[in-house]
């Protein structure tokens, strides 16, 4: 007895891709994850704009993150440069991060993962059962694209990021609209910790090697070194080094492996895993009280640690905002010169990775990023294939929602967690 399981379209999983997997007598005889990514150039048209152009441009690579790869993008520059900003502008920036944190992983929870969880096809269709969750997403997701707006100029493709700091700097009485119902918004952040601690997840424990930066200091978003649940210790310039890059034969898509052999996941998971003794205590004790161990194996669980997340950026952003004070200058600036350098940042999903190589005019010569999705490609592919002997037994529409919300516990992108894939099943 053989099995096919053919996936026409994924929609939008940066650029087209598909999902064929052939099973012969339960076991699978091909599984295949296939991007069909169309070129978007960013990285070649980059090539001989001035260093200042790149946050602002890179920012358009994504409209749910834009402000990882200002960060990322504005950190590697700035090695380049010799420039040390303030820790006023880490501060400021964190801040705007944490905002970025919330609105990103508030969009996927509540209205893009949580439906699969509940068996409705769209958040518009758990409304009607569910209002209040929603409109306690719409309220949280609102807080978190405030805190952009603020310091960044618009919650959208923020303005005034640059290499060095900000255009402007923010006076501590602008953030007076985010107090008046932090409140409401810590209580139902932290709420959310137990609604989806509750929740029922399919079964699915791979032995996965999470990676995420490190630090010390805090819970790691802009900095910090590269670590890993199986051992890695690295720093951030040895990215490339440690995991490879390739192609497979059926999908244009480059991926990385661990040293070219394994997949590894990033993302929130990875960085709760790795991280957790650093989230804001409050936050700790409701995942105690939730009955939430770590590390977190289950991928399905990535939806608790996206809100364990917005919990601690909700609690820290409160912080920060108590104690700001702004910097006696906007930004730092010095004079171009050549170079080049790598920055690591967390996106919420994941690990963001910018190379860039400037003349001694400032013009760009090579540029180079790595996005989460592309990283966790390998590991979608490999929680498929764990999944493949399950599928075979499952009928069309029951195999179809398992696919799509196993890709969907790595919000690869907004477009793909809404309308991820056409399932169509054959049997010989």
């Known amino acids: 007895m053989s099995k096919e399981i053919k996936v026409d379209y994924l929609a939008r999983v940066e650029g087209e891709g598909a999902l064929d997997i052939k099973l012969r007598d339960g076991q699978v005889e091909k599984l295949e994850l296939r991007i069909f990514e169309p070129p978007r150039f960013f990285e070649a048209f980059l090539e001989g704009r001035s260093y200042m152009e790149v946050p602002d441009i890179t920012a358009r690579i994504c409209g749910i993150c834009p402000v990882a790869y200002q960060m990322s993008s504005a950190r590697a520059l700035e090695k380049i440069l010799g420039i040390e900003v303030s820790p006023e502008i880490k501060t400021l920036r964190r801040l705007l991060y944490l905002g970025e944190y919330v609105e990103s992983h508030v969009l996927h929870v509540y209205l893009l993962h949580a439906p699969d969880f509940f068996g409705y096809e769209s958040a518009i269709e758990m409304a009607k059962d569910h209002p209040d969750v929603v409109k306690k997403a719409l309220s949280l997701k609102h807080w978190g694209n405030l805190v952009m707006q603020i310091i960044g100029g618009r919650s959208v493709h923020p303005v005034s990021p640059r290499v060095g ?30 609604w989806t601690a509750g929740l029922r997840f399919p079964d699915l424990e791979r032995d996965t090697e999470y990676v995420s930066l490190w630090s010390n200091a805090e819970y790691p978003i802009l900095e910090g070194r590269i670590r890993s649940t199986k051992g890695i210790d690295v720093a951030e310039e040895e990215f490339e080094t440690t995991f490879i890059e390739h192609q497979v034969p059926y999908s244009t898509a480059l991926r990385r492996l661990v040293r070219g ?5 990033a993302g929130p998971q990875a960085r709760v895993n790795l991280n957790h003794d650093k989230l804001m205590p409050e936050v700790l004790d409701k995942a105690k009280e939730a009955g939430i161990s770590f590390p977190i194996q289950n991928p399905y669980m990535s939806i608790v640690s996206r809100i364990l997340e917005v919990a ?75 999944l493949a002997p399950k599928l075979a037994k499952m009928t069309n529409e029951k195999a179809t929602l398992l696919c799509e919300q196993t890709i969907r516990n790595y919000d690869p992108c907004i477009s793909c967690s809404a309308h991820f894939l056409k399932l169509n099943i054959t049997s010989e």
């Open 165 to 194: 700091g900000f255009h402007r700097a923010v006076k501590k009485e602008e953030f007076t609209p985010l107090l008046t119902n932090l409140d409401e918004v810590k209580q139902t952040a932290l709420d959310a910790v137990e």
């Open 261 to 265: 052999k394994t997949p590894y996941a």
């Open 312 to 386: 601690h950026a909700v609690l820290e952003a409160e912080e920060i905002i108590e104690r700001y004070k702004p910097p006696s200058a906007p930004y730092v600036m010095k004079e171009p010169r050549e170079g080049e350098a790598v920055a690591i940042t967390e996106a919420p999903r994941g690990m963001l990775y910018h190379k860039y190589a400037i003349d001694g005019r400032g013009m760009v010569k090579t540029a180079k990023i790595s996005s989460p999705t592309a990283q966790n490609q390998s590991s979608m592919e490999a929680d498929l294939l764990e």
